[in-house]
């Protein structure tokens, strides 16, 4: 984000698969940071969908660096790992059920950087230590190569 720009995160990453996210962030009253993350094996793009784009990913999770944690999103019916929409940086998780909907770790660009729109419990437990609202420091995108793919370039 520092790079290459605080909303360029779908010019940079769209069509790029699969795709590992490094997060720092931080409190408005701590001084404390925290480095959380998420992987999807499945591209990052909205496909020109006017409210972006939901998606399926079987192996999908974030992971906090911080607390040494992880957590999958669910697979049940109605939930997707991974939203793609050019109002959201990297952004992990949705479930909706009979009009009830829990969002996951969603970061939507605003003025002077990206905020927290809403977050699971254990997902705002494992990455956030339980805080809700946030800032954005730092997002790093890599685009993970096997070790084959890696001795073809």
Known sequence: MSKDGEDNFHKKCDGVKPTLCIIKISFENKEETRIYGGYT??????????????????????????????????????????????????????????????????????????????????????CTGGQKEFKVEEIEVYQVLSKDEDEDE
């Open 41 to 126: 094996s499945v591209e990052w793009n909205d496909d020109n969908q006017p409210r972006g784009l939901l998606k399926r990913d079987s192996e999908a999770y974030i992971f906090s660096l911080t607390d040494e944690n992880y957590f999958r999103f669910s697979s049940k019916v109605g939930a997707y790992q991974i939203v793609c929409s050019e109002k959201y940086g990297p952004t992990f998780g949705y479930y909706k059920q009979n009009k009830q909907s829990e969002l996951g770790l969603w970061i939507k660009e605003k003025e002077g950087g990206y905020d927290n729109v809403d977050i699971y419990e254990d997902a705002k437990r494992i």
